[in-house]
């Protein structure tokens, strides 16, 4: 019997957990005051205290609350890691479901023996699992194999294609399951990198604002922020972006990209902060900066805040929205002006 509704895709699934996860964390953090003070009851669902001994770096998941909470005595010292402790429970999930996903093919290929092009195209969802049965191991090149194709859709002529490269190239007798699936992992990473830097940090800051009760928008809710050389949107901008005080960008960065990143950011912030003198700037960031990138930065943007700490710069906002002028320390003159040489023009 056919369900109801159209099956879902590795991404909407792991997009469905990421958000569950994220809201658990919020919840967490909201309760313990930013995991500062933690108890037993606060760690009594399993989901909140599996989540919060994953970003302690605690291997043992099946320890009870009290000792759980003993462990974040021992290593109060510690960064609490945001990342591995939303996205554990979603690599858990989507892996099952990639499992999942590779007995159905097996399923309806009759043990990868037939591959028939119009069951192929009725359930594009499992494209991940084809591509790797195939042997290609990026989308990119087995669009270079059968034409445009995604896990929403899968045209008839494109359908014929896959099923003809599978029955090539499949040997029902040399499958694998823990291969495939562990082909499949580089695909599962993307997407949990790709979910990371989309939901995770810019939920976490949207919450520390409207806990304080701060009007902001969103990227994707107004056109443009204006600056001198160009109009784009940040991350956040307070209270509005006709009306902006404020605006928040959030990037996640590894050492080997932090000056590429840097560099885009502070354009940014000298690009809008050169348009509008009393606009303050604010760099929320997470992963791993190098020391010397994070001081330049802070000598372009007003704050340069670690994600942990977005509930301390939801305070600073709210000073500065309500007038506290001291929160504003750079005063950008920045302006571009036509050429005029009286000596040239002679």
């Known amino acids: 019997m056919k369900s109801q509704s159209e099956p879902k895709t590795l991404y909407q699934i792991a997009l469905e957990a990421m958000n569950k996860s994220i809201n658990i964390y919020l919840q967490l953090s909201e309760e313990t005051n930013g995991l500062t003070n933690m108890t037993i009851d606060s760690l ?50 989507i892996r099952n479901v990639g499992s999942c996903f590779f007995e159905e093919v097996e399923e309806i290929t009759e043990g990868f023996t037939k591959f028939d092009a119009k069951i ?12 790797h049965l195939s042997g290609i191991f990026s989308k990119s090149a087995l669009k270079k194999q059968i034409g445009s194709v995604s ?33 499949l992992e580089a695909t599962l ?32 809710d107004y056109k443009k922020l204006v600056g001198v050389i160009y109009d784009f949107r940040a991350d ?16 996640k960065s590894s050492s080997r990209h932090a000056s590429l990143y840097a560099k885009d950011k502070m354009f940014s912030a000298i690009n809008w902060k050169g348009y509008n003198p009393e606009l ?24 340069v805040i670690p994600i942990e700490r977005v509930s301390e710069l939801a305070d600073i906002l709210d000073a500065y929205l309500n007038g506290d002028q001291s929160k504003l320390k750079w005063l950008i003159k920045f302006e571009i002006l036509p050429f005029k040489n009286t000596k040239l023009n002679e």
């Open 236 to 251: 956040f901008v307070l209270p509005n972006a006709t009306k902006a005080k404020a605006f928040i960008e959030v990037r």
């Open 44 to 93: 009594e669902d399993i989901e909140s205290k599996q989540l919060f001994l994953t970003g302690l770096g605690v291997n043992n998941l099946d320890i009870s609350s009290s000792q759980a909470v003993e462990e974040w005595k021992r290593r109060q010292a510690l960064k609490f890691d945001v990342e591995s402790a939303v996205t554990f429970s979603v690599y858990r999930n």
């Open 280 to 303: 303050l700037g604010v760099l929320v960031v997470d992963g791993e900066w190098t020391g010397q990138t994070l001081r330049t930065m802070a000598n372009v943007f007003d704050y």
């Open 151 to 183: 896990d929403h859709l899968i045209s008839v002529p494109a359908s014929e294609r896959l099923a003809k490269l599978l029955q090539e190239r499949v040997n029902p007798n040399n499958i694998n399951k823990g291969e495939i699936l562990q082909r």
């Open 189 to 220: 990473e993307g997407i949990i990198r790709d979910l990371v830097g989309r939901l995770l940090l810019e939920s976490i800051v949207e919450n520390a604002l409207i806990n304080k009760g701060l009007k902001f928008q969103r990227e994707n």
């Open 120 to 131: 192929l195209k009725s359930r594009p969802y499992l494209l991940p699992i084809y591509q």
